[in-house]
């Protein structure tokens, strides 16, 4: 076989390698820096902003060599059989459900005037504005939104304040614990939030803790926005009622 034949046949079969090696299955969750959006968006008239970040489950190298040009910063967490087939075929449900009722437990707790029928409506409007996010993390900042609706109050003082933050919101109006705390204290960071609510945890969870996990992205990340944390919606809008109160002094 001439040089120039074992050439074309090496130059045809590279790529069939390639695509062979990128198509292998690897099982892994990802997530990423995303964006804030502000609850307006959802149709609240509040001021106040939620991050949100990129993620989900890859099944082969090609979608991982994507996401790493597509990502600066990309965290890879490698799956079990168990948690991908639970993650492919019963968590997009779960999400779903959990989703709803942070909207419904905000709405609840800050429409207390309302009748149930116009709570039902307020809460089936918020839920299709919210379609294109993903989870339940935003529970908390509805909640806050909707009472700066409510009671006609501007938390962020004509937008001066850059307020955002996580955690889901219960019926107790208890906040609860979430996911990717540390790529949503750098996408807030990274788009000039001021004031960052995360979850009062540590009680509960110790170091594997939101409270604790963004303790230490603060540190390590040297992050200048205030991080606040909450065990409650009240404690949340506690401390802006005195934010407010020392900026009108």
């Not at 968006?41 to 489950?57: A, N, Q």
């Not at 959990?98 to 005037?113: D, G, P, R, S, W």
């Not at 009680?203 to 303790?215: L, T």
């Not at 404690?235 to 900026?247: G, Q, R």
């Amino acid at each position: 076989m001439s040089k120039e034949a074992r050439i074309s046949i090496l130059l045809l079969v590279i790529p069939l390698i390639v695509s062979y090696l990128l198509l292998q299955p690897i099982h892994e969750e990802f997530t990423a820096k995303g964006d804030i959006e502000t609850v307006t968006e959802l149709g609240i008239d509040g001021s106040v902003y939620f991050t949100y970040v990129h993620s989900g489950i890859i099944k082969n190298y090609l979608e991982k060599f994507f996401l790493d040009m597509q990502y600066d910063d990309i965290e890879y967490l490698p799956l079990s059989d168990y948690e991908y087939n639970y993650f492919t075929k019963e968590y997009e449900e779960d999400v779903q459900h959990y989703k709803e009722q942070t909207i419904v437990n905000a709405v609840n707790l800050t429409n207390e005037h309302q009748t149930v029928v116009e709570n039902q409506d307020r809460i089936s409007d918020i839920i299709h504005e919210a379609s294109e996010y993903y989870g339940d993390s935003f529970g908390l900042m509805i909640a806050i939104g909707l009472l700066e609706e409510e009671l006609n109050k501007d938390y962020s003082r004509k937008g001066s304040i850059l307020i955002s933050g996580t955690g889901t919101i219960e019926e107790d109006q208890s906040v609860g614990s979430v996911g990717a705390i540390r790529y949503k204290l750098l996408t807030a960071e990274e788009n000039g939030v001021d004031i960052f609510f995360v979850p009062k945890d540590a009680v509960y969870y110790g170091e594997s803790s939101n409270q604790r996990e963004a303790s230490n992205v603060l540190k390590e990340e040297d992050l200048k926005l205030k991080i606040v944390y909450v065990s409650t919606l009240q404690e949340a809008i506690n401390f802006l009622e005195n934010l407010n109160l020392e900026h009108e002094r």
